[in-house]
């Protein structure tokens, strides 16, 4: 049995029937997918016709390092026609100023190889223009403080980095650099630098820029995530003998002889059944939540570490004419309140006929918090995004046809495991339930969609070796660039040496 739908749950689901398993997922929600899951469409009128446009818990990106989702999505034909992120903008807000440079293709397409590719930044004119003189002296630092993630892997052993925030490494940072990463941070790891983890920053750097130029491409979902991902996944586990039940909350797990019982509420009746093995493949603050309540893992949960549940908010905006810029997507840095924004006709099939048919436009922004900002009415967050757009696309005043704003629940994840036993691992402290999702430990260094997806592969290989059938590879991660990979021996070399004496 799987117990949760997100990507997780659905890799593992999905991995047990290829293997002739017929698993059993409950999930809770009354569709699959979790953060990655579709909503309800918006409809609008327009060239005679309507237009509709599924909402999702957000638009996702598919980064270069995700090699296992990238390879599940092969083995089963699921969006084939991926589109490749081509230009992402760093806009910053000071008053009625914006000032906006072009920040992602630079790094990934820079000529000089990995750590030093940032310097592709400083062929741009633009990118100058947002500096300050401040930011020119403090680069040196800048630079010693990202060389920091060189020397510590934090997802694949222990560091002494507990407690310790971004806001720490920023202290001394120049004003503009250090509004640039901070920006880079809310919209990766959807949190403010003091509620950062300084390990899970060092673990971001990492995966997604620091080690490799083309770990920062990325490709987007040709359409919302839950017709392109998740729709299409679920089909596949049914196809292969599995079992989907949605609206089916767990509620209590029990020890038997032969594995667990699990409970589950669903049409307001309590349904239970027993299975060898168990996946759980919750969020964070749901995964607590059963194993505390459950008395056969209570005692051992109240022991572990859990990680805060995130909540978001997702604002779409409908214009009738475009933005003149041509970057399909930013981050936002000074005193915007929305953290990233992107252009959804640049991206998604169904918005870009639309926009083909009439010359309109469609904005998605994220508001990453702070929580007091998150806990405002509807109308001012809204009111707060709409003048952030107009702010930076002036072109697009009084041309707003539609808006809408989708508040998600506090289950995404703040990134900040270890590789310490106090946070619950794929192999679980119970024999017969391995665990999975995007905050689970397991030493493959991957963040969000590709965890998912990893330790869904992972919790699935514990199930089928315990049932004696042959597990999954899981691919590794591309090995630094040569430059990267001797810095991080020398600096590694440096910190053992420090360490010993
Ligand atoms: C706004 C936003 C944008 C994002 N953008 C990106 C991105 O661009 N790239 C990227 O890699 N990642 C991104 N992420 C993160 C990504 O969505 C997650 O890492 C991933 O979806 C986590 O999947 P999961 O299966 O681990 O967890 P979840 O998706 O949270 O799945 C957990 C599931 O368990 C179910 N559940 C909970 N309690 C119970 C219960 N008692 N019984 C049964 N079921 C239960 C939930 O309903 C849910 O479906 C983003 C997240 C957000 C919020």
Same mark, same amino acid.
């Given at each position: 049995m799987v117990i949760g739908g997100g990507l997780a749950g659905l890799t593992a689901a999905l991995h047990l029937a290829e293997r002739g398993l017929t698993p059993l997922l409950l999930e809770?929600?009354?569709?699959? #997918? #979790?953060?990655v899951a579709g909503g309800e469409p918006v409809t609008l009128e327009g060239t005679g016709r309507t237009w509709a446009f599924r909402a999702e818990h957000g638009i996702h990106g598919i980064w270069g390092q995700y090699h296992n989702l990238r390879a599940l999505l092969r083995r089963h034909a699921i969006a084939p026609g991926l589109v490749p992120a081509r230009r992402e903008e760093w806009l910053h807000g000071e008053g009625k100023r914006v000032l906006r440079a072009e920040a992602g293709s630079m790094v990934r397409r820079? *000529?000089?190889? @990995? $750590?030093? !590719?940032? &310097? #592709? &930044?400083? *062929?741009?004119p633009r990118f100058w223009a947002m500096l300050t003189p401040f930011d020119l002296i403090g680069l040196p630092r800048v630079t010693a403080s990202l060389f920091l993630a060189l020397a510590y892997d934090p997802l694949c052993e222990p560091t @002494? &980095?507990? #407690?310790? =925030?971004l806001a720490g490494l920023f202290d001394k940072w120049p004003p503009r650099l250090r509004a640039f990463i901070a920006a880079l941070m809310r919209s990766g &790891? +959807? +949190? !403010?630098p003091e509620e950062v983890p300084l390990g899970g920053f060092l673990a971001f750097l990492r995966f997604y =820029? *620091? *080690?490799?130029?083309?770990?920062w491409a990325f490709d987007y979902l040709p359409d919302d995530s839950g017709t392109s991902l998740i729709d299409p996944l679920v089909s596949a586990i049914q196809t292969h003998g599995g079992t989907v039940c949605t609206g089916a909350q767990a509620t209590c797990l029990e020890r038997t002889d032969g594995g667990w019982r699990v409970n589950w509420q669903q049409d307001n009746e309590t349904h239970s059944r027993e299975a060898k093995h168990v996946i759980l493949a919750l969020d964070a603050p749901a995964a607590r939540n059963l194993l505390r309540e459950s008395a056969a893992t209570a005692e051992v949960a109240e022991r572990l570490e859990w990680p805060q549940g995130l909540s978001t908010g997702i604002v779409r905006l409908w214009f009738s004419n475009a933005p003149r810029s041509s970057a399909e997507s930013g981050i936002c840095s000074g005193d915007f309140t929305i953290d990233n924004f992107f252009w959804l006709h640049h991206i998604q099939g169904p918005v870009a006929a639309w926009h083909a048919a009439t010359g309109g436009s469609l904005v998605e922004a994220h508001i990453y918090g702070p929580q007091e900002l998150l806990d405002q009415p509807d109308e001012t967050l809204l009111a707060r995004a709409i003048a952030d757009v107009q702010r930076a696309y002036p072109e697009l005043r009084d041309t707003r046809i539609h808006q809408t704003l989708q508040r998600n629940s506090p289950s995404h994840t703040r990134f900040s495991i270890g590789a310490s036993p106090r946070y619950l691992g794929v192999?679980?402290?119970? $024999?017969g339930l391995s665990c999975c999702g995007d905050w689970v430990r397991f030493p493959h260094p991957a963040l969000f969609l590709e965890r998912a997806t990893t330790t869904g592969i992972a919790a699935a290989n514990a199930a089928l070796e315990r049932l004696g059938q042959q597990p999954f590879p899981i691919i590794p991660a591309s090995p630094p660039e040569a430059p990267a990979r001797a810095l991080q021996w020398g600096l590694r070399g440096v910190r053992r040496m420090v360490r010993t004496r």
């Open positions: 809770a929600a009354p569709r699959c #997918g #979790g953060r820079s *000529l000089i190889p @990995a $750590p030093f !590719h940032y &310097l #592709g &930044l400083f *062929l741009r @002494a &980095l507990d #407690g310790r =925030t &790891l +959807a +949190a !403010h =820029t *620091l *080690l490799r130029r083309d770990a192999v679980s402290p119970w $024999p």
